[in-house]
């Protein structure tokens, strides 16, 4: 039971994007990714759930090969939630509505039940005031939270962050960086893409960093962060701290 | 009721000849919009999703049916419409070039709308589990639609009045029904009030509905 990302290769057109990029999140782990600006990071996310195919390699979700033609994606992402950097509401539906609507459509779930489970996942990060409130009427930080009780709402085994905190105003950063320590606290398996260094220290097992297209440096955040081995892992911490 | 108000030979009879005429008109719309707006949407679809070599011949006959006058169109489909051996009324063929007309327009704010949902809000519903056509049905087309709807109110007003122009091809409706009565008691500016207030009466409906429904959506943006 884990996630498996084995030499994976993936490119756009004539660019190679991740160039062999190999690393295992088990049970109950918290990896933080960073790392500049377009070195990949997002793009290796979504190859993680299968919203974008690779050109080789493997990723193994419990064992199931995300990229075989045989797998059933739809059924496969139950399992993984992902939360993006833009907040994604759907601005027809009021927030409980945004909620239930995989569990209802996805799971099959009866109006009452996929409800009860909506309230709660709102309830767990903190906006039971606001069911019945349309999208647009909430601060980036709610609408960011909210995303995060969609994606919870199905009842992943895993949850991929990226950069969840970087289009909020700096007073919002802190509600959704505590619903992130929540679920960390919970024993939740997530992948963090992040530029909160700090935050990255503090929740993550392993920290690993990012540079062009390759893990350049992965180990726990005591190595990674407090004590960089390769300059360019220094560099970056330069850069952003 | 009317030669008792003003001096007029316009009758009660003459009235329900017009109501008549109205009704066609009614049918007519009918039937365009219902059968354009939905040969529009597969087409609007096709044309936001289908790659350029499949886009790029259905773009040019709307182009077609989009830039010949409609009378052209209707006048020119009547008269070819035995050739091809169809045996069709002249009411059926009215409503058929008003549907393809329709749907040409239509087509285009299909996939404005569709276009008009972001890339990331589809890609969050996928990345829920939700399938390509749940995508479709549960978040691209209610947002599209927030979009459309006030083109499509436009459109389908705009295909009520130009039903008018079935009249060429011997339909009698509503304008037709007018031109009969004028004909023949010689009360133009009467008459055509009437059918002026019965065209805004039909119209009338359908703008507020779109006016509430944007209304009613917009409280939530
Ligand atoms: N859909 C795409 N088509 C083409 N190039 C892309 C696409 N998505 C990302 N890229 C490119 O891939 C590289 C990595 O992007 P990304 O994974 O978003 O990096 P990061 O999240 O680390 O900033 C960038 O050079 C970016 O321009
Ligand atoms: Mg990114």
């Known amino acids: 039971m884990s996630i498996e990302i084995n030499d994976v290769h993936k490119s756009f057109g004539p660019l190679e994007v991740i160039k062999g990029v190999s690393m295992t999140v088990a049970p109950g782990e918290v990896v933080s990714v960073i790392g500049g600006s377009g070195s990949g990071k997002s793009t290796l996310l979504m190859c993680v759930n299968g919203l974008e195919p690779i050109n080789s390699g493997r990723v193994l979700i419990d064992g199931t090969d995300v990229h075989d033609r045989r797998t059933d994606l739809n059924k496969l992402r139950r399992r993984i939630g992902i939360v993006f950097q833009q907040w994604n509401a759907f601005p027809h539906l009021t927030v409980l509505e945004n909620v239930m609507l995989a569990p209802r459509k996805v799971l099959g779930k009866p109006k009452a039940e996929a409800e009860a489970i909506a309230v709660e996942k709102l309830t767990h990060v903190g906006l039971a005031e606001k069911l019945k409130v349309y999208p647009s009427k909430l601060s980036g930080g709610q609408q960011q939270r909210m995303a995060i009780a969609r994606a919870l709402a199905m009842s992943p085994h895993y949850m991929l962050f990226d950069e969840v905190t970087s289009a909020l105003d700096p007073q919002l950063v802190g509600e959704v960086l505590d619903t992130l320590r929540l679920l960390s606290s919970e024993g939740m398996t997530m992948i963090v893409v992040t530029h909160e260094i700090a935050f990255a220290r503090e929740v993550s097992n392993r920290v690993a960093f990012f540079h062009q297209g390759r893990i350049h440096e992965i180990g726990p955040p005591s190595q990674v962060i407090g004590n960089p081995q390769k300059p360019e892992t220094v560099a970056f911490l330069k850069s952003v701290l | ?221």
């Open chain 2, 1 to 221: 009721m009317f030669s008792s108000l003003i001096d007029t030979s316009f009758s009660l009879n003459d009235l329900w000849f017009m109501l008549k005429g109205a009704g066609v008109t009614l049918a007519v719309t009918f039937w365009a919009v219902l059968a354009g707006t939905l040969l529009g949407l597969v087409l609007g679809v096709v044309r936001a999703t289908a790659p350029w070599w499949v886009n790029a011949p259905i773009g040019f006959v709307l182009d077609i049916f989009r830039s010949v006058p409609l009378l052209i169109q209707l006048v020119l489909a009547n008269a070819f419409k035995p050739m091809i051996g169809l045996n069709w009324s002249s009411f059926t063929v009215g409503c058929v070039v008003l549907a393809l007309y329709m749907s040409a327009y239509c087509t285009e704010i299909v996939r404005g709308g569709f276009l008009a949902v972001p890339a990331t809000t589809r890609r969050a519903a996928r990345s829920l589990g939700m399938s390509w056509s749940q995508d479709l049905t549960e978040i691209v087309f209610p947002i599209a639609l927030r979009v459309a709807l006030p083109s499509w109110i436009g459109l389908t007003l705009g295909v009520m009045k130009d039903t008018a122009m079935v009249w060429w091809i011997g339909v009698v409706e509503l304008l037709r029904s007018s031109q009969v009565i004028v004909t023949r008691i010689q009360e133009p500016l009467l008459v055509l009030s009437i059918a002026g207030l019965i065209y805004f009466l039909m119209s009338f409906p359908i703008a507020r509905l779109g006016a509430r429904l944007e209304r009613r959506w917009h409280e939530n943006d």
